[in-house]
């Protein structure tokens, strides 16, 4: 089992930056990957960045070039910094930990933290 709790949301201007932290705990070395996904009001939950334990990142196209994902592998945390915010960035954003297992996937998730990009 992982556990997962994000921190870090809150209201900031357009054009401002923020920093969201995930930390998880329970069984962290078994985590493969690390990510963090956005859902809107009315809209579906999307992918947003990952790293895998590797360090090897991606990123959702609107995410290219703002936001940076990043781990602390010994804090067993991830980051993502988030520059350049937008009001269409305005969401809960939720961490995921994925684990492997064999041939069993699992993944995990986080309570989410709120963002609001507004003047």
């Known amino acids: 089992q992982v556990q997962l709790v994000e921190s870090g949301g809150g209201l900031v201007q357009p054009g401002g930056s923020l920093r969201l932290s995930c930390a998880a705990s329970g069984s962290v070395f078994s985590i493969n990957v690390m990510g963090w996904y956005r859902q809107a009001p009315g809209k579906e939950r999307e992918f947003v960045a990952r790293i895998t334990s590797g360090g090897s990142t991606d990123y959702a196209d609107s995410a290219k070039g703002r936001f940076t994902i990043s781990r602390d592998n010994a804090e067993n945390t991830v980051y993502l910094q988030m520059n350049t915010l937008k009001p269409e960035d305005t969401a809960v954003y939720y961490c995921?930990?994925?684990?492997?297992?064999?041939?069993?996937?699992?993944?995990?998730w986080g309570n989410g933290t709120l963002v609001t990009v507004s003047s």
């Open positions: 995921n930990a994925v684990v492997v297992v064999g041939t069993n996937i699992m993944g995990y």
